[in-house]
């Protein structure tokens, strides 16, 4: 610190950046062994049809609770995967897990249950795994079809080389597995990627959604993004919906699906089930 103060370059020196890479490398360190270890779960957040309020899908969110029994959050861990390269091992598991649960639904059913499964995919992710062939392997062994999943990717996944994403998502497309931009407005502003790419959905960013009845701001940009994906042909999710009164504006706005505390919270498995079974 000492040294850093003579030269100035406190940036690089500076003891907490010191603490918060060391951190980052425990985490790093710990994550592998959770993924290695099976200690990863994931809870299920239902998407529902704003119109008829009917569950239409549930999101697979990752959770770590670990090895002292602490909550780690997705927010804080994925990136940490995203530097490491873990979130490749931890995304196939993702994958294969949601995928292993729809099938359990199924089953109990007697049937399609009637839900889909919405899986995050990184942009790292995308691009350092054969996603489409994951997929089909994944359904495969389920005997699933592709019009079961949806796959969330964000604005990042998309930035680079144009052909080879389209590629990705041409393939994707051919499985018959519904594309969604998540945390859509926070990402790249370029929009040309909406005339080319095959997307089928805009999930509206949390921060746009609550707290929206109370920011006329926030109001125009969610009815500019709802306008837009109207006039492109794609459905929309808003995520992040606290109230009942905000679903109901934002179906009246014209949004196609919602997502948010007022439905429910990221469920346990048999938990999301229950839901299922209550509605069929
Ligand atoms: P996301 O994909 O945008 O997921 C939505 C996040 O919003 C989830 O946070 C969810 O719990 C939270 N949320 C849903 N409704 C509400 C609400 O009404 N109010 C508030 N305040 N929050 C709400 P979570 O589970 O902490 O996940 C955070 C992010 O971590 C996700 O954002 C996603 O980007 C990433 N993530 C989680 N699981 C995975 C995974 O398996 N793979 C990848 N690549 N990313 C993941
Ligand atoms: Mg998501
Ligand atoms: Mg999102
Ligand atoms: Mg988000």
Redesign the pocket.
């Known amino acids: 610190v000492k040294h850093a103060k003579a030269t100035g370059r406190t940036e690089v020196y500076h003891p907490q950046a010191f603490t918060i890479a060391r951190a980052q490398f425990a985490m790093e360190t710990a994550l592998r062994r959770a993924i290695e270890q099976e200690q990863l779960h994931l809870?299920y957040?239902p998407i529902c049809d704003l119109s008829s309020g009917r569950i239409v899908s549930f999101?697979?969110?990752?959770r770590w609770r670990d090895a002292e029994g602490r909550m780690q959050?997705?927010?804080d861990f994925?990136p940490v995967a995203e530097e490491s390269g873990l979130?490749v091992p931890?995304?196939r598991w993702?994958v294969q897990q949601a995928v292993a649960h729809l099938a359990q639904w199924d089953a109990r059913a007697g049937g399609n249950c009637g839900v889909r499964m919405s899986?995050?995919?990184?942009a790292i992710?995308l691009h350092r795994d054969a996603i489409p062939t994951l997929v089909d392997r994944v359904l495969a062994d389920h005997g699933m079809k592709g019009d079961r999943l949806t796959l969330?990717l964000t604005e990042s996944a998309i930035v680079g080389d144009p052909d080879r994403v389209s590629t990705i998502m041409a393939a994707l497309k051919a499985l018959g597995v519904t594309v969604a931009m998540?945390?859509f407005g926070t990402g790249y502003s370029n929009l040309a990627y909406l005339q080319k790419l095959p997307i089928d959905i805009l999930k509206i960013d949390?921060s746009f959604v609550?707290g929206m009845l109370a920011d006329r701001d926030k109001i125009a940009i969610v009815r500019a993004i709802l306008g837009l994906a109207q006039a492109l042909g794609m459905k929309t999710t808003a995520?992040?919906?606290?109230t009942i009164e905000l679903g109901q504006t934002l179906a009246a706005l014209g949004c196609t699906y919602g997502?948010?505390?007022?439905y429910a919270r990221?469920l346990e498995p048999d938990a999301a089930w229950a839901m299922i079974a209550a509605q069929a």
């Open positions: 809870a957040q999101e697979a969110l990752a959050s997705p927010t994925i979130i931890l995304g993702a899986v995050n995919v990184s992710q969330e998540d945390d949390r609550t995520e992040g919906i606290e997502q948010g505390y007022a990221p």
